[in-house]
């Protein structure tokens, strides 16, 4: 972790134009590998069909990512393309609103591990906790465009394909965040001894950007909220 304060401000400050390019990346590589996995002639003894669900489970998981550095205005110093980005990231994640998200989020930081901290569940129960998350997170709004949008693109695109690259990605993507990002760093939150009452990954570069672009880092984003993910590893 930098030492003094001026080490971290220089990694919190602005990040233009680096980090809306690392935005659009993602949407990109995300989108780009969605259209060829929804037009592949799909073969299940093909080891690389599971594979690519992982691949692009992972990609979903940096949209929401990009979303979240979003509401921490550390993809951009314009307002207007942060906004932008965690706008159209949240909505590509599951049809999610960014301005609701955002509420929630900051109420995360400023409250967390309390009873007014949204994304805490004090039983510690796995699946209890991630069945209230998910409740907490996803709106009847979400679910009915989700339902239009198969039913329309079904007409595109096999609709096998489209339950395997679009709908278990991103199912799959929701316990990769809540595992690596809500459970385990906050799980018996109460009982850590820190300000941020959380816990962190030991110093793994390639194990924390693969289970959940560093934010198992835990600790550290708490820290420094203002730094994005792809300099948060400079904090550990």
């Not at 680096?18 to 592949?40: D, E, H, K, R, T």
Request: overall charge positive; hydrophobic content about 45%.
């Amino acid at each position: 972790m930098p030492k003094n304060t001026e080490s971290i401000k220089s990694l919190r400050k602005s990040v233009d134009p680096l980090g809306l390019i690392i935005g659009f990346l993602i949407i990109f590589i995300w989108y780009a590998s969605l259209m060829g996995l929804l037009n592949w002639d799909l073969r299940y003894t093909n080891p690389l069909v599971y594979i690519a669900v992982l691949w692009q489970t992972h990609l979903f998981t940096g949209l929401f990512i990009t979303a979240h550095d979003a509401m921490h205005g550390s993809i951009s110093k314009h307002k207007k393309w942060n906004y932008f980005m965690g706008w159209i990231t949240s909505f590509l994640f599951a049809f999610n609103f960014y301005d609701r998200l955002l509420i929630k989020h900051h109420e995360h930081h400023r409250f967390v591990a309390t009873d007014q901290d949204p994304d805490y569940h004090e039983s510690g129960n796995f699946w209890l906790w991630y069945w209230t998350f998910i409740k907490k997170y996803t709106t009847l709004k979400q679910l009915i465009l989700m339902t239009i949008s198969l039913q329309v693109l079904r007409f595109i695109f096999p609709l096998e394909n489209l339950l395997l690259f679009w709908i278990l990605p991103g199912i799959l993507s929701t316990f990769q965040l809540f595992y690596f990002g809500t459970y385990i760093p906050h799980k018996n939150g109460h009982e850590h001894p820190n300000k941020h009452k959380s816990k962190t990954l030991n110093k793994n570069h390639v194990l924390a950007f693969l289970s959940c672009y560093f934010f198992g880092y835990h600790y550290e984003h708490h820290d420094a909220p203002g730094v994005p993910w792809w300099r948060l590893w400079q904090m550990k």
